[in-house]
């Protein structure tokens, strides 16, 4: 027998919106604390803490990063994700500073596993905050050369799973590069550090305040990673690319940015059956604050009704500089 729903007037879909006890009961998708990543971004002392592209997002000493994530805490959100500040003297072509194991984020990790125990630390993996000429990789007659970086981002995360990270994210776009750290984490004894995929990262205009953060938009000058990371008109190789990851060993995927992209996390939600993670990257913010700031749109709500989208598209967990005014609209 085949179902034939009621026509109206028989069936007004506004009964069931009636009231706010019933709209909530029948939420098709809820938002919890326990979705969120927060990422942070770490300095030495005489970095300057402002980015004024993210209103109300700093840049933390070791000391300041212990705090906030204390705070994160306190709210309920059980993962953060850490980049440098890496300070322009020691930025150099090959990214030198990301081998070196005393290097801010691998002291940064070290301490938060010892003052914040509970808390999982994941770490971006790739060159971008490291080289003097802003790419994820090594450069070889003016291309970011894929075999060359993977090698070097293999020995970036044996210095942080030496550290104490507990899930390694790397955001670089070169191929292989899943196969290549996992092996490289396999044989130097660590089978159990989780590799978080950014599977499909798009060349997106959205990155634009978190290359201020990194201090790596006036490094990139007019380049784009455009030769790595996907372009935005292509849906189906996302696909491929979340294949060969997991092929590659990943634990998780990934979608970034998010909101524009709400259909490659469908896709790939329905796809793979992989925790799959949605990164509302900083131009996500900042357009948010922005308009609010200018009394366009309502910051809170808005917020909430884009990560309740994300989740909706099929996210499993969300990274969100919001995460923290998120927690606590949430609370109530
Ligand atoms: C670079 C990296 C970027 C982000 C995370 N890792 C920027 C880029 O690719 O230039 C962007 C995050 C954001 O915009 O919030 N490896």
Known sequence: ??????????????????????????????????????????????????ISAMPGIMR?????????????QSLGINAVLLFPCTDPSLKCEEGKEAC????????????????????GVMVDVALDPYTSHGHDGVLREGQVANDETVF????????LAQAGVDVIAPSDMMDGRIGAIRK?????????????????KYASAFYGPFREALGTLS??????????????????????EAAQDVLEGADMLMVKPALPYLDIIY?????????????????????????SEKGW???????????TSIKRAGATGIITYAALDAAELLQG
């Open 1 to 50: 027998m085949k179902f034939i729903p009621a026509k109206y007037p028989q069936s007004r879909l506004r009964r069931n919106r009636q009231d706010a006890w019933c709209r909530d009961l029948i939420a098709e998708t809820r938002l919890s604390v326990k979705d969120f990543v927060l990422p942070l971004f770490v300095r030495e002392h005489h970095i300057p803490p402002e």
């Open 60 to 72: 933390h000493t070791l000391e300041e990063l212990i705090l906030i994530c204390q705070k994160a």
């Open 100 to 119: 070196n194991p005393d290097n801010l984020i691998c002291q940064a990790v070290r301490l938060l596993k010892r003052e914040c125990p509970d808390l």
């Open 152 to 159: 070097i981002l293999q020995q970036m995360a044996l210095v």
């Open 184 to 200: 490289a984490l396999d044989q130097a004894g660590y089978p159990n550090l989780r590799i978080l995929a950014y599977s499909a």
């Open 219 to 240: 490094a990139l000058g007019k380049a784009d990673k455009k030769t790595y990371q996907m372009d935005p008109a292509n849906a189906r190789e996302a696909l491929r």
């Open 267 to 291: 896709r790939i939600k329905e796809t793979f059956p992989l925790p799959l993670f949605a990164y509302q990257i900083s131009g996500e913010y900042s357009i948010l604050k922005a308009a």
């Open 297 to 307: 749109v309502d910051y809170e709500r808005a917020l909430i009704e884009t990560l």
